[in-house]
């Protein structure tokens, strides 16, 4: 078993090795890509938030208040929205662990940050600016 990183600690890379646990805070409504469940989560851990991509049946098997365990997850753009996005992917695998205990923040959100690629090494990004302080995709409420 790959060892838990925290949400703060991600970074988007081209490779599923992403192993961490958050609780799940929102989820929008599913949405049909031909054949295809999708749906977007706000997910946070007691370091930062990230939009979480959820598809197929696991649209359905979590709920707010659920905690989560991802393992082997990617953290890339999805191209849909042009953000950076944390998901299972095709090698990756998510399972509920429990529910409703669990400390989280909601800043910052690791999806509104603009990520480019380092300048000392191209297999690399680091975060060059905050694209907004809260999710754009479950805003704060007032």
Not at 31 to 51: F, I, N, Q, Y
Not at 74 to 81: R, T
């Amino acid at each position: 078993m790959d060892a838990a990183i925290h949400l703060i600690d991600i970074v988007p890379a081209a490779q599923n090795n992403i192993t961490t646990t958050f609780i799940l805070l929102e989820k929008s409504r599913i949405k049909m890509k031909g054949e295809s469940k999708t749906c977007r989560a706000l997910v946070a851990d007691e370091t930062a938030a990230v939009h979480l991509e959820l598809w197929g049946e696991d649209c359905d098997a979590f709920d707010a208040g659920d905690i989560i365990r991802l393992e082997k997850g990617i953290f890339s753009n999805s191209g849909d929205n042009n953000k950076m996005n944390l998901r299972a992917g095709r090698r990756g695998r998510i399972k509920k662990m429990g529910e409703f205990t669990m400390a989280f923040v909601e800043t910052p959100n690791m999806s509104e940050l603009q990520w480019v690629v380092d300048p000392n090494n191209p297999k690399k990004y680091i975060q060059q600016a905050v694209l907004s302080p809260h999710s754009q995709v479950f805003p704060p409420l007032p």
